[in-house]
DNA sequence: TATTGTTATACTCTATAACTATA
DNA sequence: TATAGTTATAGAGTATAACAATA
């Protein structure tokens, strides 16, 4: 038993799953350090390029992050030059966030690291367990997937 | 599909992972503040319990927390009377963490609580979902348990 | 000289609230 | 006046290294 070499709430299952995410959230850190982005400028690109009419607010809204930290990231992502800003037409206090064809690329290489990185990471548990794990957090978060 | 309403990312098992992870820091942090605890004091201070020999470098080095950050973790659980600083007398560089009755009555406590909002947060997970997530979490840690 | 605990420092991250420009 | 984006500021958290006491 664990509880000897390590603290007894290892023991707790939200324990482990606490642990488990900063375990994780270091591998997406490491695996997109290969392509000069972080994790959550990451998430932006991908969400930006499946819903492009959003806005910084609809974006920071999406995503859960307050929309000053966003300005900055927004900032990095288009000195990289994978994404630029855009003012709507129809109300020119919105900046709508376009991804750019090197950003695109980005997404689809970025994308493909995480999933073989993730594979490798889960590659102990069985198809069954992954697919037991998969749904029970989405169910947990409330996705409808 | 939650892709329309969220990230992209929420369909990769670390991302829900790393997000379910917050969500259970989170709760962890909420259900502790009712006894005036944060989480790492508690971690501490369980762990503290469980193995009373211990010194400040070895309850750092278990906890993968940097030993200048338990200096005042310590600090706030002593001022808190939940646990004391003992010289060790065979090494006296050496601090042994001692948890009072007082701090073994928060841990008995606060445990209980935590488990209570666990057991609650997992309610849609069935008996088999629960114990395949703990179980692949744990081997995913390294735990042997 | 090496190690334990402590302190000092700087750096990152975040949260709050002003500020501008548009509506 | 209200909102989108930006900027400024302060606070919490963390990481690194210097330091005093002891080995």
Redesign the interface.
């Known amino acids: ?25 270091a ?2 850190e490491r695996t997109l350090a290969d392509f000069d982005i972080r994790p959550r400028h ?2 932006v690109l ?2 930006a ?3 492009p009419s959003l806005s910084q607010r609809q974006l920071a809204d ?2 859960g992050i307050d929309p000053n930290v966003l300005v900055g990231v927004i900032d990095d992502l288009e000195r990289a030059g994978l994404a630029s800003r855009q003012r709507s037409p129809s109300d020119r206090r919105r900046h709508v966030v376009a991804v750019t064809a090197s950003g695109k690329r980005l997404i689809d290489k970025g994308s493909r690291a ?2 073989a ?2 594979k490798q ?2 590659a ?2 069985n198809a069954q ?2 697919a ?3 749904a ?6 409330g ?3």
């Open positions: 038993m664990a509880a000897s070499a390590a603290s007894p709430l290892s023991e707790l299952t939200g324990y482990r799953l606490i642990k488990l995410g900063e375990a994780l959230f591998l997406a990451f998430n991908t969400t390029a499946a819903q999406v995503l995480v999933a990185a993730e990471y889960f102990t548990l367990e992954r037991t794990v998969h029970a957090a989405g169910r947990l978060l996705l409808s997937g």
